[in-house]
């Protein structure tokens, strides 16, 4: 199989069509020896390589999954269409965007080769090709690629999975950013002069651990004055392909409680007897989302893009001289102040809702060695 596009010639007296593409697929011959094409013609938003290449991806696998399939000579771009309609489509939203995401290097890089002449070299030399840029998602790609070929073992496509032995190169852990305590006082210092949307979801990261995700997915029945606790039980889901939001299961898929300080909870009930307020005021114009009582939305009610948060938290701490990290960064911070103050590492997996506390320690592992030296030195000073 293999693809081009031409661009299609807009009207040139419609100012408002989007760019237009003619892609097309080759298939090879017939039996008389004539070509075999699919073509389809696609409106884009923009012409960036990116967008293209994504067109030409999904028309092909289009057109994998309906044309009969030559289970002896597949190749891995086939191979790849039929993991994506037969078992990823089949997943969440969130699954389905992190896979088709991270096998994309495996298929820029094996594309047209056969299943039946992929060696475990191969994986190898896909391993060390993965650039510097890569390091930190590589082990994630590397992974995918193994799960997408297993599968093809299990469906009898391929004798072995050929990369399910290939040993991962090592690599260095990035330093971890967060906040010391000092940083963390700063921070909630200059926090009187932000949005106030954006003061308490910030102040809530740093006091709960939570994810963006969850925090803009906590709606008004999640929190509790009466005992002074925040349930997780949702995330925010930005389906991009229908856009449309939706309230997904957190990461672990298991809903957790969170204890938080009185003070902070005082603060978030005025806070959301404000947001009550705007409602009231908006009236029939209210645009939130039914069954989705945000606490943090827009003025209308309607959810928030993460990247409006992200931007904002990068902007106002850059602006007020404080380390640059990012928004999910607070979630160490909130990690590394419990472990400096001896809390449990069950309560921190428990809070940070990890899904074993295996998970806890290797995340935080340089953070607990830390502690358990400051335990030594106050061992010996006893003596």
Not at 61 to 68: F, K, L, N
Not at 237 to 242: A, C, I, S
Not at 291 to 316: A, S, V
Request: charged share 30%; with cysteine; glycine share 4%.
């Amino acid at each position: 199989m293999s693809s081009y596009i031409v661009l299609d010639k807009k009207n040139p007296d419609d100012k408002t069509e989007l760019p237009r593409i003619k892609i097309t697929v080759e298939l090879g011959y017939d039996e008389r020896g004539k070509r075999i094409r699919r073509k389809k013609t696609v409106s884009l938003k923009t012409l960036s390589a990116r967008a293209v290449k994504k067109a030409i991806t999904e028309f092909e696998i289009e057109v994998a999954t309906s044309s009969p399939i030559d289970t002896n000579n597949l190749k891995y771009r086939e191979a790849v269409a039929l993991w994506l309609e037969n078992h990823v489509s089949h997943l969440s939203f969130q699954s389905q965007k992190a896979y088709q995401q991270n096998i994309q290097a495996a298929l820029d890089f094996f594309g047209e080769m056969k299943l039946k002449d992929l060696k475990k070299f191969h994986i190898v030399e896909f391993m060390n090709h993965l650039t510097e840029d890569d390091v930190k998602s590589a082990d994630y790609k590397m992974r995918v690629n193994r799960l997408m070929l297993q599968k093809m073992v299990e469906w009898d496509l391929m004798p072995e999975n050929v990369a399910k032995t290939v040993k991962k190169k090592k690599q260095q852990k990035k330093e971890m950013l967060f906040y010391d305590v000092n940083e963390v006082k700063r921070l909630f210092e200059i926090l009187e002069d932000a949005m106030p949307k954006h003061r308490m979801a910030i102040k809530m990261a740093v006091l709960s651990g939570m994810r963006l995700g969850e925090i803009l997915g906590l709606t008004m029945e999640n929190v509790n004055f009466a005992d002074n606790t925040i349930t997780v039980k949702h995330t925010l889901v930005h389906d991009t392909k229908k856009d449309i939001y939706y309230l997904g299961d957190p990461k672990n898929k298991k809903t957790r409680i969170i204890p938080m300080p009185d003070d902070y909870m005082k603060e978030l009930r005025k806070y959301i007897n404000e947001v009550k307020k705007t409602r009231m005021a908006y009236g029939s114009e209210w645009r939130g989302i039914e069954g989705m009582d945000l606490i943090f939305c827009r003025p209308d009610g309607y959810p928030h893009l993460p990247q409006t948060f992200l931007k904002y938290f990068i902007e106002f701490t850059e602006k007020h001289g404080l380390k640059r990290i990012r928004f999910h960064d607070l979630r160490h911070t909130h990690a590394s102040l419990l472990l400096s103050n001896g809390v449990n590492i069950k309560v921190i997996q428990e809070r940070l809702g990890h899904s074993t506390i295996t998970l806890t320690m290797d995340t935080y592992s340089h953070l607990t060695k830390e502690n358990e030296q400051e335990a030594v030195t106050k061992l010996t000073s006893i003596f």
